[in-house]
């Protein structure tokens, strides 16, 4: 068959169907040319999610009488410049567009009207794109009150080809996709004001925040993810050589079920990066259950030339020069962040409880014939259940399921360098963020009095975190323990994997894995982690090349490694059951205060809940 050129209506409508695939993705583009226009308030209108109507106005510079037939060409931009030899830099944008795509694509499929008032000019001008037909420039009328801006109106997206309407969902859905671009934006962006209108309800409105940085920031992220969100995050400002990480991280234990709440943006424009999700879930992955994900908006900030966001058509990703650098910031940078956190738990986990508690009529105590009412009482004080009315506790050491267990030897192998007292019934133990210990219920669960509170801390949970905080702690200064094998084992592999595997020799040996090269394409392995007693050779060298080809270092190893500490950290921590002293919990609870993620056990749990003296004074109406 003969080629021929394609006329250009149809050239427009395939670009249209890369850059514009639904409303939302028109919305995006049209609110990052507000953006880079230097708008500082942008006002969002939709109908029926987008497909009847999409109206963004902003109080950006505008765009004068003789560029508005420009603006709708294809690949006609204001936003890259060419050098003196003609060339056009595209690994150096500094903008959010720079295709020049989105005005003339959205008038392909769509009835576009562009009506700009440009700064220092008196006169407004619009022009009219319907179906791919350009109409000539027009005067218009500015009922704006600002100095100048653009206000671009979509109306009946995709009329000019039906076939993509069938392919668009629910006017809602369309509209939740709508609001979230909307949201991403807006999170990137706390100096600038923004408003978004569904069918003539108002469903988002953001001031603009004063100070942009910290805690401007924090406001602005608050107001899109709940009010939950500032008292459970943690601030995040780390930069390695021209690499800057900022943002907020959530708490371990202020989780959700799905990725969509970890908001990622290079360079302020909002990306969904593998590389960035995969360095996030290393960060949390001894922190997590594995079907839970934190929360987190963080902001990367690189020169422009280190990363190339013309990677696809709607620039939501991108490609590090050098992603090694930026995926170890990332790791390095929140599990700084969390490790700074300490003890601390998300105060969902309270809200969670007190919702969980019920009112209800205590049933009457079953008494034996001719006891007097305070007999079962006294039974229950006498067997140690209760607290005594002195602010004592019966422990109940003499029981014959109580196990022997020194807080001494507990102190010895958790404390840090010095070690901590241990306090009993002391009444300066309040003022410590854990509190005094004042009772075990159950066998299981450490009750604590706390300056304006109380704790309920779980007491095997809080130790497999200390357990296995140390274990790691060992790792990291001792190495790790070898086995040496009685037969090596050879492992045949693409040479190029194989060359990369030996190059990084020395790194694996640290972490007991002990390799040389055995010819083209093949490894022998003569030793290997103890922890991890016998493996699967091959499978673990090709884990550890597919983890060397995409993130520069040997990621695999490590994560199987702390697998293993976490699981006999939880096999040899205190158990469920166990009747503790005075001085063993509250050792227990000083060793938490002084040990970083203790706030949740090694599968994701938290390892205590406070409520505040506050919260349980609304429970019995006393408030």
């Not at 100095?147 to 000019?160: I, K, N, P, Q, Y």
């Not at 790791?331 to 009112?359: E, I, K, N, P, W």
Request: aromatic share 4%; with cysteine; net charge negative.
């Amino acid at each position: 068959m003969p080629i021929r050129r394609l006329p250009p209506e149809a050239v427009n409508r395939i670009a249209a169907g890369e850059v514009i695939e639904r409303p939302a993705a028109a919305v995006k583009e049209l609110v990052e040319n507000a953006l880079d226009a230097g708008a500082k308030r942008i006002a969002i209108r939709i109908e029926r999610g987008g497909l009847g109507l999409i109206s963004i106005e902003d109080d950006g510079g505008g765009i004068p009488r003789d560029e508005l037939a420009l603006a709708v060409e294809r690949h006609a931009t204001s936003k890259l410049t060419a050098g003196a030899g003609g060339d056009v830099d595209l690994l150096n944008i500094h903008t959010m567009g720079f295709r020049g795509e989105a005005l003339p694509s959205i008038g392909a499929v769509a009835r576009l009207a562009i009506t700009s008032k440009a700064r220092g000019v008196n006169d407004t001008w619009a022009i009219e794109v319907e179906g791919g037909a350009l109409h000539s420039v027009k005067p218009a009328a500015w009922a704006a009150l600002t100095e100048s801006g653009t206000r671009v109106e979509v109306r009946d997206l995709f009329f000019a080809t039906p076939a993509r309407l069938k392919f668009m969902k629910s006017e809602r859905s369309e509209m939740m996709a709508v609001s979230d671009v909307v949201k991403r934006l807006a999170m990137a962006r706390p100096d600038v004001a923004f408003s978004l209108e569904h069918d003539a309800r108002t469903s988002l409105r953001l001031a603009a925040e004063k100070d942009p940085e910290n805690e401007g920031r924090r406001a602005r992220l608050s107001a899109i993810l709940g009010a939950d969100f500032a008292p459970n995050c943690i601030l995040l400002d780390q930069t390695r050589d021209t690499v800057r990480l900022s943002g907020f991280a959530g708490l371990p234990t202020f989780h959700r079920g799905t990725r969509e709440h970890q908001h990622l943006f290079v360079n302020g424009r909002p990306v969904k990066d593998k590389l960035i999700v995969g360095a996030v879930r290393a960060a949390y992955q001894d922190l997590l259950a594995r079907d839970r994900h934190p929360v987190a908006a963080l902001f990367i900030d690189l020169p422009p030339d280190e990363v190339d966001v013309n990677v696809h058509p709607a620039k939501t990703e991108v490609r590090f020069r050098d992603a090694a650098l930026v995926r170890g910031l990332i790791v390095g940078g929140l599990s700084h962040a969390l490790a700074s956190a300490g003890h601390r738990a998300s105060t969902t986990t309270a809200q969670s409880a007190l919702g969980a508690v019920r009112a209800y009529e205590a049933p009457q105590p079953f008494l034996r014939p001719g006891a007097p009412a305070w007999a079962m009482a006294e039974e229950h004080v006498a067997a140690g259940d209760f607290m005594m009315p002195s602010g004592r506790v019966e422990y109940g050491a003499s029981s014959p399921a109580a196990a022997p267990f020194d807080a001494d030897v507990l102190s010895e192998a958790l404390a840090p360098a010095g070690g901590t007292p241990a306090l009993h019934n002391d009444e300066d133990a309040r003022f410590f963020p854990l509190g005094a210990a004042r009772a075990q219920i159950h066998e299981t669960y450490i009750v604590a009095q706390t300056e304006d509170g109380i704790v309920i801390v779980d007491q095997h949970a809080a130790h497999e975190r200390l357990v296995y905080e140390r274990m790691k702690q060992m790792l990291a200064n001792g190495g790790v323990r070898r086995q040496g094998l009685l037969i090596p084992e050879v492992v045949e592999l693409d040479p190029s994997e194989a060359e990369a595997i030996v190059a990084r020799a020395d790194e694996l040996a640290q972490l007991g894995l002990v390799i040389e090269s055995f010819g083209p394409g093949a490894i022998l392995v003569r030793e290997t982690p103890a922890l991890l007693g016998h493996i699967d050779a091959a499978g673990m060298l090709k884990d550890l090349a597919d983890d060397i080809a995409e993130l520069g270092e040997a990621h695999a190893l490590k994560e199987r490694l702390e697998e293993v500490c976490s699981s006999m950290a939880c096999r040899g921590s205190v158990r469920a059951g166990r009747r503790l002293t005075g001085d063993e919990m509250n050792s227990l609870l000083r060793q938490m205060e002084a040990t970083p993620f203790s706030g949740q056990c090694n599968h994701g749990r938290p390892t205590y809940v406070e409520l505040k003296l506050a919260d349980i004074e609304k429970l019995f109406g006393r408030r």
